[in-house]
């Protein structure tokens, strides 16, 4: 049966059609009658986990609308004060009915009778949240959500003066590929100066983050926020070790490949030393690569790709498009980054991004396509618990996308030589952006095996992580203020904690995915289709299997699937 993008909003069958979220006295009779209503057979039991599916949609949805329109104008007190309202007074209500509830599934007698191969990681789930529930955590958490929007809101505010004209950060980096080596590091000396004006505030949001993680942490048991957090992620296929073990293999396999690309470039520019500035920068009389001119120009390109590629991947974002459920251009007031966030009741989801006219924006547009993508093939899951899929399946779906979407970038280039360019900077980027993958995440798990640090440790730990996977074909000499500030453009460690290394297991399986793409472009698009449209219904093990992947970032993987971008990289 074909995938469709002709997407349906859930049907109500528990709740009122016109039913919205406004507070928890018109909210909380549904879940009171979720939990008192007797189950005394299969069938009963069925109606009270999509009952419960419903419930789960309609809240998540709301919940996610309003981090959408927050982000989308920082700016505006109103909507950020919704977003609070909801994690203060909506969500921390909401976790005692959701650990009652959970119990009433696990403790019913009927349970055991579910198909275990259809209901197996659903249940694991929800045993794993009864473990972790702590009634004290409650208030905790809500804190920390609202403290983790701050990050937003700071970042929204920078901007830099450049020519007479005020840029955002995103903006302003299209600068940074002049063909003026002084205009490049006026700019990037502009930025990394406006970042350090908020040093000091986000470090003291970062200190209140990591104590409030760490108390939650203690609360249930736990000696760290690191092992905490990979049970509540659900990481039951690997460990921290494993994870250390990613660390030493990107610094034996790929960052010598990241000091070759590095060092071609500087050859290329005819640069000796490579700056940090010089690295978007394209040879003299050699433009930039401008493959669109607005969000709505990347939008009709970006469709006109996918359409190539496979017809449905545009009927998706197109759909989207008459949903209004897009907001791509770069401004003012603007959080900063880009994400594509599920909405489990309309199904279709919303891309958020920050479009400044770079290649690098073609490279997040098809990224947050893959992860669209996902949602719709997911959406037609009879429960919202099926939808929830592992993180590394998400990155993976957005990261194939990327690779795939490779060979059909002709909207976007008229000319065979910025294809090739453009191809050459898509899978450098697949490469360089490995060390700080694995930089990011030993930081993180440093930070929390250490939560009584002050900014100063801090600070030197960071230098340690960072300067050990460091390319050494740029020279840094002079900017260590601004290298010692640079994890704190990472909104990751703000926002969401210890999810990053997906990024590093997604990037190798893509690259999985992309060989297969190659030997057989049919067969890899429907092993990835259809373990889309799986969701979280298997394990994650399961789940690469069906697309024709192994669960597998060991050493000697990582150094086979670089050596075949290195090929690729020899060939453009």
Known sequence: MPYTADIRKIERRFLPADFTVTDWHLLEPWFKELEERPIESPAALEHWLHDLSELEAIVSEDACWRQVRMTCDTTDKSLEEAFNYFYLEIQPRIQPYADRLNRKLVDCPLTKDLDNKRYFTYLRTVRKNI?????????????????????????????????????????????????????????????????????AELHDLFSKLVALRHRIAQNAGFDNYRDYKFAE??????????????????????????????????????????????????????????????????LAKTVDCFRRLDPFFAD??????????????????????????????????????????????????????????????????????????????????????????????????????????AKRHQLERVITIFPWIATIDAFQHWVYLHPEHNPDERTQAWMDILGSFSTNAIDYQGL?????????????????????????????????????????????????????????????????????????????????????????????
Not at 174 to 197: C, G, H, M, T
Not at 317 to 323: G, I, N, Y
Not at 345 to 356: C, D, K, R, V, Y
Not at 507 to 526: S, V
Request: charged share 25%; aromatic share 10%.
């Open 316 to 421: 998706c974002l197109t759909r989207m498009d008459q949903m209004g459920h897009l907001d791509l251009d770069s401004r003012k007031g603007k959080a900063p980054g880009g994400y594509n966030m599920p909405l489990m009741e309309s199904g279709a989801p919303f891309i958020f991004m920050n479009a400044a006219g770079q290649m690098g924006d073609v490279t997040t547009m098809v990224h947050e396509g893959g992860h669209a993508i996902h949602s719709f093939l997911a959406h037609p899951l009879e429960l919202s618990a099926f939808k929830d899929y592992p993180t590394e399946m998400a990155e993976l779906a957005s990261m194939s996308m990327e690779l795939f979407s490779m060979d059909h970038w002709e909207p976007f280039f008229d000319n065979e030589e910025d294809m090739k360019r």
């Open 233 to 298: 992620m659900g990481r039951f296929d690997y460990t921290p070790a494993d994870c250390q073990r990613f660390h030493e293999a990107v610094r034996i396999h790929i960052l010598p490949l990241v000091n070759e690309i590095y060092t071609h470039h500087g050859q290329k520019l005819g640069l000796d030393p490579l700056r940090p500035w010089d690295t978007e920068a394209e040879p003299e009389g050699t433009q930039p690569l401008r493959p669109f001119t607005d969000g709505k120009d990347l």
């Open 131 to 199: 473990e972790l529930f702590r009634e004290q955590n409650i208030p905790l958490q809500a804190e920390m959500s609202v403290l983790q929007q701050q990050y937003g809101s700071i970042a929204g505010r920078m901007t830099i003066e450049h020519e007479g004209k005020e840029y955002t950060l995103q903006q302003a980096s299209r600068f940074l590929e002049n063909p003026d080596r002084q205009v490049r590091e006026s700019v990037y000396r502009k930025i990394a100066e406006r970042r350090s004006q908020d040093a």
């Open 480 to 572: 260590e203020a601004f290298r010692q500030l640079s994890w704190q453009r990472q909104l990751h460690l703000f926002e969401v904690p210890f999810y990053y290394i997906e990024y590093g297991i997604a990037q190798l399986a893509a690259i999985g995915m992309w060989k297969q793409y190659r030997e057989n472009p049919a067969a890899a698009l429907k092993n990835y289709t259809d373990a889309l449209a799986l969701g979280g219904t298997l394990t994650l093990p399961e789940l690469y299997k069906k697309a024709g992947l192994s669960f597998d970032f060991s050493s000697e993987t990582i150094r086979d699937l670089v050596e075949m971008v290195r090929k690729e990289l020899a060939s453009l």
